[in-house]
Each structure stands twice: as structure tokens, then as C-alpha cells.
């Protein structure tokens, strides 16, 4: 069993860093224990691997983050670890521009931007959340992946499961997509990737302008899909979001208490922030100072959310 050892930055927060991968509380590809450890299970160019991820400190050593893995992709786990954790992000380089802001980046200051270099992993779950609730996605993904993922190597916990091979997804049947919520545009969608997956995953190597562009070359996948894709693959801090039916309108109520927002409007509130638009976008969603979402609605012609 291949170990390595990662010496974190201080402040470093594990949990918030790692916490965009996971996809609901029963993800079972990612799993957080009461604890502190973390398991990703994943399918890389290598082959599958199981990842546990633990945080530990002591007088004598200080604080260590330990990676352990099997199975065939247990190197290329280890070797891309330390960008995992975020080991490459520069929270330090971000610039507050507003109060909000900069008190929420004082207490989170542990955040990381997590890098995983790898885009199907994050590119289906996400095409499964276009245009329905969190909850019906994340139901989608568990009962899909319990069915149609792999055993995991190693003693990664019980329910667990690879994400399925680009090969797998495609042979999924139609009707197993509709007993999951999965309406045909979004399984056309993730069938029509999966067929240009090898092309697709070149994109963790690019820059962000040109990652988007070559995940949008898929019909199906907007801009909305592939930020959310790519702020997990690449750690991108300017990977806003954009078409969401939420988003706007939380950044509008947190910069200047108006309760309704546009696309439009949030990216010029965001102006200064370029460079870093997803990284302040998050900072002011984990500052809670968000609207009733009852006492407003979104225009309808925002929600693209593809």
C-alpha cells in the first residue's frame, strides 16, 4: 500500500477544501467519516483507485495530511495528491473588494481550491444537476453509480463504488435513466460526452479559456456545466458560474441588499474580482448573508443553467 505525506499550508481547512467533490452526504464515490477522513474512489487513466485522505497532528511533527491507495491508479493518486488538496491554489494572491468579502475570507481562511485532473468524474455529476434540485441529482448519481459502478480496490467502505467507464455509461438503458430522475437531455448529454471522453479529458491540461471552449464543443454542456466541471478539475478561481437560477441573486443581495440579479449584473459586480470571480463568489456563499430565496424570483430567462 503506497503511502505519501503532505505538509499543509497554515491556516488549511481539509474539510472545506475537499467538500465540492463530494455529492451529498451518500456520494458513493466520496465519503467525509465523523472522523475526519476522507475516501474518493475514482477511475483514472491508470485504472481505478481508492484514496483515503487522513489529518493528523502531533507535538513532534506538527500537522500532516496522509494519502493512502490501492489498485492500479494508486501512483497517479499519490503523485497528483498534493494538488488535490490544493497545494497549487494562492488564496494568498485574492484581493477583497468588499466588507463582505473580506470577512469572509478572514475565517475561511484555510480554503483551498481543490484540483482532482480529472473532467468525466465531475462533468456527469454535473450534467445531472442541470435544471432540478441538489437532492434529485445527488439521487441520480448514488443509485447510478450503485448500479452500474465497480467494486473499489482496497478496504474503502461499504457502499462505495468506482464511477463507471465512459464505456459503461453508454450502454446504460433508457429506462434506467428515467427510474433515476434523468430526463433524455441530460442522458443525451452525458452519452454524447462519454463519447468524446479521451478528448474531453485533455481539457485538465489546459488553461481555463480553452477548457471551457473544448467542454462546450458538446451539445448540452453550456457554460453553466462546464464551470462547475472545471472549478473542480483544473481548481480554477475564475470559473464563475453563470445561467444558475440562484447565484445572481445571492451575489446581488450579499454586494448591495438587492434581492433580484442578473447574469449581467453579478459579472459587473464581480469586475474587480477578475482572475478570482469563482473564489469570491464562494467566499460571499460561505459569508450566509444570502436572501429568503421565498421573498424572490429569479427572472425566467436565467434559468439557462445548462
Not at 502531533?58 to 494538488?83: C, H, K, M, N, V
Request: aromatic share 6%; hydrophobic share 40%; glycine share 8%.
Amino acid at each position: 500500500m503506497p503511502i505519501r505525506i503532505w505538509v499543509p499550508p497554515a491556516p488549511y481547512d481539509l474539510a472545506r477544501t475537499l467538500r465540492v467533490l463530494r455529492r451529498g452526504r451518500e456520494d458513493p464515490a466520496c465519503r467525509h467519516e465523523p472522523n475526519g477522513t476522507w475516501w474518493r474512489i475514482s477511475r483514472t487513466s491508470d485504472g481505478p483507485v481508492t484514496l483515503q485522505i487522513s489529518d493528523r497532528s502531533d507535538t513532534l511533527t506538527g500537522r500532516l495530511i496522509t494519502g493512502s491507495a490501492w489498485g492500479p491508479g494508486a501512483d497517479w493518486a499519490l503523485a497528483q495528491l498534493p494538488a488535490l488538496l490544493g497545494a497549487d491554489d494562492q488564496p494568498r494572491a485574492f484581493r477583497p473588494r468588499h466588507g463582505v468579502v473580506a470577512a469572509a475570507h478572514r475565517k475561511h481562511e484555510g480554503l483551498r481550491l481543490a484540483r482532482t485532473e480529472l473532467v468525466m468524474e465531475s462533468l456527469i455529476p454535473s450534467v445531472l444537476e442541470q435544471r432540478i434540485s441538489t437532492g434529485s441529482a445527488h439521487y441520480a448519481w448514488r443509485r447510478l453509480l450503485t448500479q452500474y459502478g465497480d467494486k473499489p480496490p482496497g478496504p474503502a467502505p461499504e457502499g462505495m463504488r468506482v464511477p463507471p467507464a465512459a464505456a459503461t455509461w453508454r450502454r446504460v438503458p433508457l429506462w434506467e435513466w428515467h427510474r433515476a430522475g434523468v430526463d433524455r437531455s441530460r442522458a443525451a448529454a452525458i452519452l454524447r460526452a462519454c463519447a468524446y471522453a479521451p478528448r474531453l479529458e485533455e481539457a485538465a491540461s489546459m488553461a481555463l479559456p480553452e477548457a471551457m471552449a473544448r467542454l462546450q464543443f458538446i451539445p448540452g454542456i453550456g457554460p453553466w456545466t462546464a464551470a462547475e466541471t472545471l472549478q473542480r478539475t483544473l481548481g480554477a478561481p475564475d470559473a464563475l458560474t453563470l445561467g444558475d437560477l440562484h447565484l445572481p441573486v445571492q451575489i446581488c443581495y450579499a454586494l448591495t441588499g438587492a434581492r433580484r440579479g442578473t447574469d449581467e449584473q453579478m459579472l459587473h459586480l464581480l469586475e474587480p474580482y477578475a482572475g478570482q470571480r469563482h473564489r469570491a463568489a464562494r467566499l460571499i456563499l460561505l459569508a450566509g448573508r444570502l436572501p429568503n430565496r421565498r421573498a424572490h424570483r429569479a427572472p425566467h430567462s436565467r434559468i439557462a443553467h445548462l
